[in-house]
């Protein structure tokens, strides 16, 4: 790890809390029917899928999750979006704070699956609640609607290289998912897995040299 330059940060289930089974139940109650498939623990299928690659719009997905409600009930743009965004639970302050910290010895980067709803909405939202915003807390960004590519993916990885001018042989990926740390240390990338309940800066303590910290 003495070679590390480089931190890149997954977003839901390492920075932001989340919990998957509120989505679900809100887009349950406003009549969409395989909510449950749409949303798969770690791999998203259908528009959901789509919204978050890039490859519909947030317009596009409103309307044809409308369609999908079978008893033909009308449901606003504002209600969709409030549903997606039962997803996200927050963001601990201690955790916007931990990576100013480390900013101080680190590039500090994000590499995350989301889509516009969520990220131009309740993500910002929740950077913002120590009085900065999301860009204040990152040297560089890639959202897969952006990059038109979800992890585990390798486009999304290729991308980030190039997007970020990173080196992965320089660069520690943090995430929540086994399967995409294995594509990103297919890549080249150290990795380290944020499991269930687990602090990236506890785990970031235990295995960068302490002259970092």
Same mark, same amino acid.
């Given at each position: &790890? ?11 289930? @390492?920075?932001? $809390? ?5 989505? @679900?139940?809100? %887009? ?14 770690? @791999? ?8 978050? =690659?890039?490859?519909?719009?947030? =317009?596009?997905?409103? $309307?044809?999750? /409308? /369609?999908?409600?079978?008893?033909? #009930? &009308?449901?606003? =743009? ?14 601990? @302050? ?8 480390? #900013? ?5 980067? *994000? %590499?995350?699956?989301? $889509? ?21 807390? !990152? ?10 590519? $979800? ?5 999304? !990885? ?14 520690? !990926?943090?995430?929540?998912?086994? /399967? ?6 297919? &890549?080249?990338?150290?990795?380290? %897995? ?9 785990? *970031? ?9």
């Amino acid at each position: &790890m003495n070679t590390i330059r480089n931190l890149l940060f997954d977003l839901g289930g @390492v920075i932001m $809390n989340i919990k998957r089974e509120r989505c @679900v139940e809100a %887009l349950t109650r406003l009549g969409v029917t395989d909510a449950d498939h749409m949303l798969g623990l770690y @791999v998203q299928s259908g528009d959901f899928m789509h919204l978050e =690659d890039g490859s519909i719009t947030a =317009d596009e997905f409103r $309307n044809s999750l /409308r /369609r999908s409600i079978k008893d033909g #009930r &009308m449901v606003s =743009d504002q209600e969709i979006d409030n549903a997606l965004n039962a997803f996200l639970t927050g963001i601990p @302050v201690n955790r916007l704070k931990a990576l100013e910290k480390l #900013r101080k010895n680190y590039k500090i980067y *994000l %590499l995350s699956n989301t $889509n516009p709803i969520m990220y131009y909405s309740e993500i910002a939202r929740q950077f913002e609640q120590d009085g900065k915003e999301i860009n204040d807390y !990152f040297d560089g960004q890639v959202v897969s609607f952006i990059a038109r590519s $979800n992890k585990p993916g390798r486009k999304i !990885f290729e991308y980030a290289i190039e997007h970020l001018g990173i080196n992965p042989c320089e660069t520690l !990926f943090l995430d929540d998912s086994q /399967r995409n740390l294995d594509a990103a240390a297919e &890549m080249g990338f150290a990795t380290a %897995l944020v499991p269930p309940g687990g602090e990236f800066e506890d785990i *970031l303590q235990r295995i960068l040299p302490p002259a970092k910290q």
